[in-house]
């Protein structure tokens, strides 16, 4: 799926128990922003304790997002649960406090976790250090 979906979730709204691994598909769609992915060429899997895994495919500035399988992507997201995925991924979560706590993880490159979630216009995100 292409971005420019329509979401069943507003980026304001809890989504709940009901919220699938397509809805969250089609918030990330709605939510992605180009300027952030410059230059960034992935591929991620996103795998949600009890729902479907979500596929993204960054290309310098542009966002394919579905449930295609990727065969071998760059590195994977692990969440607990659609609930934590949910909330790590708009920001009404902390992904440090949530990996402290064995609910969110990674496979491959942590520090990108950071760079998703820019991408995705996360309210979370820990203020940049200054040198």
Same mark, same amino acid.
């Given at each position: 799926? !292409?971005?420019?979906?329509?979401?069943?979730?507003?980026?304001?709204?809890?989504?709940?128990?009901?919220? &699938?691994? @397509?809805?969250?598909?089609?918030? =990330?769609?709605?939510?992605?922003?180009?300027? %952030?992915? @410059?230059?960034?060429?992935?591929?991620?899997? /996103? $795998?949600?304790?009890?729902? +479907?895994?979500? *596929? /993204? $495919?960054?290309?310098?500035?542009? =966002? #394919?997002?579905? =449930?295609?399988?990727?065969?071998?992507?760059?590195?994977?997201?692990?969440? &607990?649960?659609?609930?934590? !995925?949910?909330?790590?991924?708009?920001?009404?979560?902390? $992904?440090? +406090?949530?990996?402290? @706590?064995?609910?969110?993880? %990674? +496979?491959?490159?942590?520090?990108? %976790? *950071?760079? /998703?979630?820019?991408?995705?216009?996360? =309210?979370?995100?820990?203020?940049?250090?200054? #040198?």
């Amino acid at each position: 799926m !292409a971005c420019g979906l329509t979401p069943r979730v507003g980026s304001g709204e809890m989504p709940g128990m009901s919220i &699938s691994s @397509q809805t969250l598909a089609e918030e =990330l769609a709605k939510r992605f922003r180009p300027q %952030a992915a @410059q230059g960034l060429r992935m591929d991620i899997r /996103l $795998a949600i304790g009890g729902s +479907d895994d979500v *596929f /993204l $495919a960054l290309d310098d500035g542009h =966002l #394919d997002v579905g =449930l295609a399988t990727i065969s071998e992507p760059d590195v994977s997201f692990l969440f &607990s649960d659609m609930d934590t !995925a949910w909330r790590i991924l708009s920001g009404r979560e902390n $992904a440090i +406090d949530a990996f402290m @706590q064995g609910r969110f993880r %990674a +496979d491959g490159y942590l520090m990108m %976790a *950071f760079k /998703l979630m820019e991408i995705f216009g996360s =309210l979370s995100l820990p203020p940049t250090p200054n #040198d």
